[in-house]
């Protein structure tokens, strides 16, 4: 009974939401159409440079990516919706998965010989505690944490780096850890750029975007239960 309540309460949530944000937007409805004509006329232009220039526009955005992506700000979530809107889904969502990889690396190698002390400093307790996740866990140490939002992607990378764990093994894990949020975000950056007029903001395929990026923290949590709990089993028919 708690649980149908629960679902009746975010599905209830979820309407009356969505409801407010239609009254909220209401008015403003003409200048919002005038932004959304801009937007588009201006992603036009840039896709057309990209056409001209398709090896630098790549370049260039793997190169932002990598950069932005392994400084200690939110960027990895902005760039890949950028990377669906501008590319697509498909080249969006290599490059941004191999943006995403590369600046982990980045922040990985800089946690491990640049950021050492002030990292251990900060985070000493943490890196403890992955340690012994990963001579408990192995590789689902890791995994587990790329798929729930625990921590922000920059102190997981540099909490990496100072651990007991391989290079090799990062790249790996990170990448299978990431790619569905990749997926989910490079769709969704493709539907935003299909939005010409207000009334897209509430087709099915946007909407259905914003419900995935909605749902996607709690399937992640759920995924990362799962494999602790099947691991935990592992662990003591080992023993």
Same mark, same amino acid.
């Given at each position: #009974? @708690?649980? #149908?309540?629960?679902?009746?309460?975010?599905? !209830?949530g979820w309407i009356i939401g969505m409801l407010a944000i239609a009254f909220w937007l209401w008015p403003s409805l003409p200048a919002l159409q005038s932004d959304l004509t801009v937007l588009h006329e201006n992603l036009q232009h840039g896709q057309?440079?990209?056409?001209?220039? $398709?090896e630098l526009a790549i370049l260039s955005f793997v190169a932002v990516f990598t950069v932005a992506g392994a400084l200690p700000i939110p960027a990895v979530? =902005?760039?890949t919706l950028a990377?669906?809107?501008?590319?697509?889904?498909?080249? *969006? &969502? %290599?490059?941004?998965? =191999?943006g995403t990889v590369l600046a982990a690396v980045v922040s990985f190698l800089m946690g491990r010989h640049l950021l050492a002390d002030l990292v251990r400093r900060y985070l000493g307790r943490r890196i403890d505690q992955l340690d012994r996740m990963v001579d408990r866990d192995g590789? &689902?140490?890791?995994?587990?944490?790329? +798929?729930? @939002? =625990?921590? $922000?992607?920059?102190?997981?990378?540099? #909490?990496?780096?100072?651990?007991? #764990?391989? /290079?090799?093994?990062?790249?790996?894990?990170?990448? /299978? *850890?990431v /790619? $569905?949020?990749? %997926?989910?975000?490079? !769709?969704?950056?493709?539907? +935003?750029?299909e939005v010409?007029?207000?009334?897209?903001?509430?087709? $099915?395929?946007?909407?259905? =975007? %914003?419900?995935?990026?909605?749902a996607f923290p709690w399937i992640a949590r759920w995924l990362s239960r799962r494999i602790r709990q099947r691991t935990a089993v592992r662990t003591e028919q080992a023993r």
């Open positions: #009974m @708690p649980a #149908m309540l629960l679902r009746i309460a975010l599905i !209830g057309g440079w990209r056409d001209r220039n $398709p979530v =902005a760039m990377g669906g809107a501008f590319f697509g889904f498909w080249t *969006g &969502l %290599i490059l941004s998965l =191999a590789a &689902l140490a890791l995994l587990s944490l790329r +798929l729930t @939002p =625990a921590l $922000p992607f920059f102190v997981l990378n540099t #909490m990496s780096g100072l651990s007991k #764990m391989s /290079l090799r093994l990062f790249v790996v894990v990170t990448t /299978l *850890g /790619l $569905p949020n990749k %997926i989910i975000l490079s !769709g969704a950056g493709t539907q +935003l750029a010409q007029d207000v009334s897209d903001i509430f087709g $099915p395929r946007l909407i259905a =975007a %914003i419900a995935a990026l909605a």
